[in-house]
């Protein structure tokens, strides 16, 4: 079998797992083995990489995150009072018809109260429609 090509070794194989069930039953058990052993690996794997990334916080820690978090929002929403809320379907008609009226990123970021990036990705990613840098306009 050493002179012979993959495809040629493959069809012998494959000749002689057909007329020996006995053979045929036994590699499928042994896959079936393998597969069991690397799903397992996978898994272990798996929750390794998540016991490394779990981290327990304190009260303590999770109110100063908490309050980080709010005094940035409190912050963005000086500038862009809805940064961060959720949008309306009437918001996304808006914002379809502000682009469709020729409307450059950062007039529809006034208009409508939202970060420029905020503006760009929801038109890409729900529209479609993709934008250049809004530092370029």
């Known amino acids: 079998m050493e002179n012979l090509n993959q495809d040629e070794s493959f069809k012998i194989i494959l000749e002689y797992l057909k007329s020996n069930h006995e053979a045929l039953k036994l590699l499928w058990q042994k896959i079936d083995i393998l597969e069991k052993k690397l799903t397992e690996k996978v898994d272990l794997d798996f929750k390794k990489k998540l016991e490394k990334k779990k981290i327990i916080l304190s009260d303590e820690e999770r109110k100063k995150r908490r309050d980080r978090w709010n005094k940035m929002m409190e912050e963005a929403r000086k500038e862009y009072p809805n940064a961060w809320k959720s949008w309306k379907e009437s918001q996304d008609k808006e914002l379809l018809t502000l682009h ?22 929801r ?10 840098d809004p530092k370029n306009e």
């Open 100 to 121: 469709n009226e020729g409307k450059s990123i950062e007039e529809i970021t006034k208009i409508m109260g939202r970060n420029p990036n905020s503006i760009t990705m």
């Open 123 to 132: 038109l890409e990613n729900k529209h479609g429609i993709v934008m250049e």
